[in-house]
């Protein structure tokens, strides 16, 4: 089968960091992309790692190390609107780029 | 900035019905896709769709969905006979590169 596994709930203070975990077990693997998701809306694209190592993004950085399926995506000096859901994803195939997704980690910044 | 846009963005629906889900992806894209979403579970793959034709569906996607994009803008997806379990937010999506645009979706509500 295929699984990516996040925490379900992360908390932070204003200014803070939080690194929101990825561990992945899928049939094929071309790359590891994050996703912020508000509620009510769509998910939309926060970063993409296809290589092992740290992609920085402003405030957002992910990392990736394929040899343990696993990446995480960092966020710094977090603000009251970072407050949302973040889906790491799996990009399965290089014939249609489809995307799996892991189950969702909710982060609440608080004041 | 060019949108992936979707209509209705609320379908209400009685059990067996047939509905049609619509979306106008950006023209650039070159693969399409559908996703659902249950309320407060993960994004799921259904269909990706490339060159007039799917290119790849999960066990999702069976004979009650159909896709479609009949005049080289409109996207849609067809379900014949609704199911309670069909009760979801459903995406379009467009890719360009490693990111992967999403609509506003459609919630349908099946009752």
């Known amino acids: 089968g295929q699984s990516l596994e996040q925490p379900s709930e992360v908390t932070a203070v204003e200014g803070a960091i939080v690194q929101i975990n990825c561990t992945y077990q899928t049939s094929g693997f071309y790359g590891l992309s994050w996703y912020q998701q508000h509620d009510g809306g769509a998910p939309t694209f926060l970063s993409y790692n296809a290589l092992d190592g740290l992609e920085e993004t402003g405030r957002f950085s992910s990392f990736l190390s394929r040899s343990d399926s696993y990446g995480y995506l960092l966020l710094q000096e977090l603000q009251m609107k970072d407050s949302a859901s973040y889906f790491c994803?799996?990009?399965?195939?290089?014939?249609?780029?489809?995307?799996?997704f892991g189950t969702g980690t909710r982060l609440q910044v608080f004041p | 900035e060019p949108e992936v846009t979707q209509t209705p963005s609320h379908q209400v629906t009685q059990m067996g019905q047939e509905v049609i889900l619509r979306c106008v992806p950006i023209?650039?894209?070159?693969?399409f896709y559908w996703y659902r979403q249950i309320l407060g579970q993960k994004v799921e793959f259904l269909v990706s769709?490339?060159?007039?034709?799917?290119?790849?569906k999960s066990e999702i996607f069976d004979d009650q969905f159909s896709v479609e994009r009949p005049d080289g803008s409109n996207f849609t997806l067809k379900i014949r006979s609704t199911k309670l379990e069909d009760s979801a937010m459903y995406f379009c999506a467009g890719s360009l590169g490693n990111e992967q645009f999403f609509g506003p979706g459609t919630r349908l509500t099946v009752l």
């Open positions: 994803a799996v990009r399965a195939s290089t014939n249609t780029d489809k995307l799996i």
């Open positions: 769709f490339y060159n007039n034709e799917i290119s790849e």
């Open positions: 023209s650039n894209h070159l693969y």
